[in-house]
């Protein structure tokens, strides 16, 4: 006969089971992500130019297309690259490393920060999250901001804790230094946290001296930082402009304000946190009233860095949406793993009614993972420009011309780096769906008999596509020889030897 597991014995298999399965299943879709090695798309590729073109030096400087990154990331991503060579795995690798490590921390952190009924579901959200999927396959830093938010979680539990002898108090100020070079967003959590042990730390004078000498490491970095990176990006205005729709409007005592900022905090659980809106938000709250029981300071470090996050979003100094926040993901979905097991605890068949509502809280970042699964497979890949150069290289002639549309820029300048082939190509205007515009563009390439057009990170401006523009400019004055598409990136062969030029 077989042993029976008694009911707490049981229970614990199975949600031991049940993190091991999340934990298991999330690196599994982070590997996928990455061994898919699709294109870098407009964005990354853009980072990847500064990476790759730039010395080590360069990298402290003010970045090209108005890209912003934080300078640990920066840094270790130049030194991967000189390692391993410029391809999209090496640029990835640091990415996905953090993503890895944020599912396997993310055991470690939960249990110091909620109860361990919520473990379990806390372990699968993060795991099993869209957004933290996808960003630790891509060159850009958010896979390491959720990263740096549990390191930081992990150590400000721990320096609540402890007290502040020598070795911890040289710790905590070394990762807190080091941590808003790798993640602009870790000065939210230090600021709340510096708050809140001060004052918890008023009556007690050797931790306050101790805890000012850790604040004084902490502000003398992002000193350092701030001249070195910070207020270049505050004054990009074209990076301003791009992220304007998630600053708050002004002035912000207004009723639209406090609208506005109810609709972004909603919006938030949607996309990055990937759960439903109205579930979200109320296991949300209810977990953060579970954790102000459960640890007053951790509930009250957490409440100061949502506060400090909301005074930079005010200021229009930190935009209120979309992947910026996916920093916050991490206790965002702790709170509602919390959430969950604190609702559910003082019903009847409290444990049934907790795993049912666990299983429907799941059940769309599991469809939304692998929905992205199945699509970083056998999808259309978001400008998928690799296989478009690879099939022109294979055919193009040194007395070739070359016209690249001004989105695809970064992406070409970046495979020519790979591809080790440059060319020189003429650089496409910008012409916001002006038809004359395109037309001189079209008249620069005028008695050229082979002509390479390419297209990628396309712009659909008032319903007019810039490529069915242009295309429709090219065949009035030449013959289409040949074309390749990727399904979301395109190249056209024309022969434009009969065209004559007619610009201003």
Known sequence: MGVLLRPSTFNLAMRHWLTVTAISAGVGLRFLGYFRNRSLWFDEAALAVNIVERPLAGLFRPLEFHQ???????????????????????????????????????????????SWSAVPLAVALVALNPSLIYYSSEVKQYSSDA?????????????AESDLNGWRMAAVAGIGSAAI?????????????????????RSDRRRMVRLVLVLTVWAASFGVLYAVSLRHLADDHALLDFWGQYFPPHPIWRAQTLGWLFDAFSAAFHDPAGLAILPGMAFFIVGWAG??????????????????LLLAGLTHRYPLGSRLLI??????????AEGVAAACVRLPQGKLVEVVVACLVLSLPILNAIRGGVSSVSGIQRDDIRPVIQSVNARAEPSD??????QAQPQMRYYSDVFGRPVKWKLGSDCGGDTACY???????????????????????????DRAILVAQLNQKGRCVEEFSSGSAHAYLYDLSAAKKEGP
């Open 68 to 114: 912003g990154a934080p300078v640990g990331f920066l840094v270790v991503e130049k030194i991967l690259s000189s390692l391993l060579g410029p391809s999209e795995f090496a640029l990835r690798l640091f990415p996905l490393v953090c993503g890895l490590l944020t599912v396997l921390l993310v055991f470690v952190v939960t249990r110091l920060c909620v």
């Open 147 to 159: 990263l740096v938010t549990l390191v930081l979680l992990w150590a400000l539990v721990r320096l």
């Open 401 to 406: 011309a070359w016209y690249v549309y001004f």
């Open 439 to 465: 037309a001189w563009d079209v008249d620069s390439l005028a008695g050229a008999s082979r002509a390479w057009i390419v297209f990628s990170h396309e712009l659909v401006r008032n319903g007019t596509n």
């Open 181 to 201: 070079w790798f993640s602009h967003p870790a000065v939210f959590l230090l600021a709340g946290a510096g708050i809140v042990f001060l004052v918890s730390a």
């Open 291 to 308: 954790v102000f029981r459960r640890n007053r300071t951790l509930g009250w470090i957490l409440l100061a860095a949502w506060g400090a």
């Open 327 to 336: 920093f916050a993901i991490p206790i965002m979905l702790l709170l509602v």
